[in-house]
């Protein structure tokens, strides 16, 4: 998994101002028939409500859980989840067995006698929502695994179309995929600089674990990882990022599959300056570290290394300088900035616009 928080190690051009913390739009207010078409609109995908039979755990092993592999730890969760084995109980849902899906067309039985090596099962506690995963090395204890002689229906949704050229098709999204379960991280990153030097971070994350058994909330979780504009509206002059990290388990075919989808986004130029921690941030040149790919400013040709010396006009002989100006850029407005590169001194043409960092 992408390490949390990557918004503390990559400042984007896009200005320094505290303000309060706070969601920036709320899709799940949106009316049903909006939020498809938002989705749509956003990621190029369309959704549709259905369900799928698996094998639910009629009795287990206590040595079972001695396999047991923690999943999905990130920055700020307790140490001990490292240490903790997890019991597998009457109820939960067999998903996967290694890559295969444990779909009732599945003779699970057979199919787990019939391995030869370890087995890698995931389950799905259907109270917490959350997955089991177990790395089980020894096939007897797989023989004393039982399921119940009724499969369990589970609600989930399907991907129903895909537009060519999408967000959606870009992340890998196929028309015919079933999303099961996901784990969504989101949070808002602010950057300012106190005594007009030293740089200052606020931020607040949240992780929700979720069931795809209805269409809307599976938009409403797309929304927040995929849309931009409305997301960053009013943002213009404060640094604000928003990163989102989506782990989603998906049945595609006969197949099992984890896809994981990482964001980051904000309004600026879409280059890093040198800005370090402390009271130098004020001192140091103007000078870039880092051009993003895909933004204005790649596209504009800054190249890492330029010198800043001017933005429309205004000499900025610092970083800080140089963000608080172009903090106050408008958005979409084409602005010279004088640049030195080399021994040569030129003038690039770049606008603030959407930087995302994938």
Not at 117 to 145: C, H, R, W
Not at 307 to 324: F, H, R, W
Request: with cysteine; net charge neutral; aromatic share 10%.
């Amino acid at each position: 998994m992408k390490k949390w928080l990557l918004m503390a190690m990559a400042v984007v051009l896009t200005g320094c101002g505290l303000m309060p913390i706070r969601s920036r739009v709320d899709y799940e207010s949106l009316r049903s028939d909006k939020k498809t078409e938002f989705l749509k609109e956003t990621t190029g995908l369309t959704l549709e409500k259905t369900e799928l039979e698996f094998y639910a755990v009629a009795a287990a092993p206590m040595e079972f859980k001695q396999y047991y592999q923690p999943q999905n730890l990130t920055q700020g969760d307790n140490i001990n989840l490292l240490f903790k084995k997890e019991d597998l109980l009457p109820g939960d849902i067999l998903l996967r067995v290694n890559d295969l899906a444990a779909m009732n067309n599945v003779n699970i039985a057979s199919h787990l006698d019939s391995l030869e090596d370890k087995a890698m099962l995931t389950f799905l506690n259907p109270k917490n929502k959350e997955l089991k995963v177990y790395e089980v090395l020894d096939k007897g204890i797989l023989s004393q695994l039982t399921f119940s002689s009724e499969t369990k229906k589970v609600a989930v949704v399907r991907v129903k179309t895909v537009v060519p050229g999408s967000q959606g098709d870009a992340k890998g999204f196929k028309e015919g995929d079933y999303l099961i379960q996901g784990l969504l991280f989101n949070g808002q990153f602010y950057q300012y600089f106190a005594f007009s030097s030293i740089p200052t971070y606020r931020a607040s994350a949240y992780k929700e674990t979720l069931i795809f058994d209805d269409v809307e909330k599976a938009a409403v979780v797309l929304l927040k990882v995929f849309e931009d504009k409305q997301s960053l509206l009013g943002t213009e002059k404060i640094t604000l990022m928003i990163e989102s990290q989506l782990t989603l388990s998906i049945v595609r075919g006969d197949q099992f599959m984890f896809s994981y989808i990482h964001r980051i986004r904000g309004l600026g130029v879409g280059v890093k300056f040198y800005c370090p921690a402390g009271f130098s941030c004020g001192k140091v040149l103007p000078r870039i570290m880092t051009v993003y790919q895909n933004s204005d400013g790649a596209r504009a040709g800054f190249q890492e290394e330029d010198l800043i010396l001017e933005i429309d006009g205004t000499p900025v002989k610092t970083s800080v300088e140089a963000i608080e100006k172009i903090r106050s850029l408008p958005l979409g407005k084409e602005i010279n900035f004088k640049v030195t590169r080399g021994l040569k001194i030129i003038i690039i043409k770049a606008a603030k616009g959407l930087v995302v960092i994938e």
